[in-house]
């Protein structure tokens, strides 16, 4: 099969390949939730499907953001998605603002979005609790405007985190609300949440989520991290009552650690219980530890390398939105005129 002429976005294969979409906020320094439960996953897609991963800004900015801190994450979160491993030359990495149809796709599903339904989100209930000073409209939007990138490149799977499944129902819901009123215009894109890295649970308090904005420092570990934070943290982790490490439901902070251990190693939970059978938590969280840095020592070592070179990381980011505006705009020419916006 012979590619066409033009665009690489013309190119007969990736007509024909399956198209998955991601997104990860470069709001504060990244944890090992977000490589676990996200980044980490991405690049099984990379032969088999036509991939975008962008970096949400639109998304930061429904919290208030420090102008050249949210510029300085930009930039290492596209480090950070090429330092675990996704190739620039097989996956589609772009800023979400340099692509103009988010925020247009965005506001017209607003239209298509009730609000009992955003009133639902408990991203929303969250977060307005947490910013009770700033409860701002995009925040309450927030859904609609990842409905938007998703359904913008006729998306098929989203690997994301579990937290993020709620908002992924509700795009399902808007486009599958679209395709009735016009025709089928969205494909109804399927959630992919990995099985074995769920939810990565805070160190300290194991029944809440591991936060990257949490202030009690041992309880997040950052992708970034040196060894010896990383080592020093799994040691102050909080363990459960007994001493046996066994996955269970009482048993909250040793499963999350299991659950983590088992993401950096492979290993099934049965084989992970037997392993530390008859020894200690403390041996068991220095093992996670050693564990947990020796798999991001590769991740901080090309992050380093591509973080010093920001011409490159621009580049990478140019070209990126130049191959997701392709998409972005045969889509949005499709949408207006369904509509019946003129032109
Ligand atoms: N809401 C996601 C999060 O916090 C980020 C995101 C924005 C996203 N748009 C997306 C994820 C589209 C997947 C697909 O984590």
């Not at 097989?90 to 599903?109: C, M, R």
Request: glycine share 6%.
């Amino acid at each position: 099969m012979t590619a066409r002429h033009g665009h690489r976005g013309e190119k007969m294969e990736n007509a024909e390949k399956k198209r998955v979409f991601s997104g990860v906020q470069p709001s504060g320094n990244l944890t090992i939730g977000n490589y676990l439960g996200a980044i980490k996953n991405f690049k099984s897609f990379e032969e088999q499907y036509k991939t975008f991963y962008c970096v949400v800004d639109l998304h930061a900015i429904t919290v208030r953001q420090v102008p050249a801190e949210l510029r300085r994450r930009t930039y290492e979160t596209l480090a950070l998605y090429m330092a675990s491993g996704l190739d620039e030359t097989k996956n589609t990495l772009f800023v979400q603002s340099h692509v103009h149809e988010h925020a247009e796709l965005g506001w017209i599903l607003d239209c298509y979005t009730m609000f009992g339904e955003l009133s639902r989100m408990t991203q929303f209930k969250d977060k307005s609790a947490k910013h009770a000073e700033n409860i701002n409209a995009g925040l309450f939007t927030y859904p609609a405007l990842m409905a938007a990138d998703i359904l913008l490149y006729g998306t098929d799977i989203v690997p994301v985190g579990i937290d993020q499944k709620q908002h992924l129902e509700l795009a399902r819901d808007v486009a599958m609300r679209f395709n009735q009123i016009y025709s089928d215009t969205f494909t109804v894109p399927e959630g992919y949440i990995s099985e074995s890295t769920m939810k990565i649970m805070s160190l300290a308090e194991p029944t809440a989520k591991m936060s990257k904005s949490d202030t009690n420092q041992n309880a997040v570990v950052y992708i970034l991290d040196s060894k010896d934070d990383i080592m020093r943290k799994f040691k102050r982790a909080v363990t459960d009552s007994g001493s046996e490490v066994r996955y269970s439901e009482d048993k909250p902070g040793v499963s999350n650690l299991m659950t983590i251990y088992r993401a950096f190693t492979g290993k099934e939970l049965a084989d992970i219980e037997r392993e530390f059978d008859g020894v200690g938590y403390g041996e068991f969280k220095l093992a996670v530890g050693e564990a947990c840095a020796d798999g991001l020592a590769p991740v901080r070592e090309r992050y380093n390398q591509l973080i010093a070179d920001k011409a490159h990381l621009e580049a990478v980011m140019k070209a990126g939105a130049e191959e997701a505006s392709y998409y972005a705009r045969r889509m949005m020419s499709k949408v207006r005129r369904k509509i019946g916006f003129v032109g």
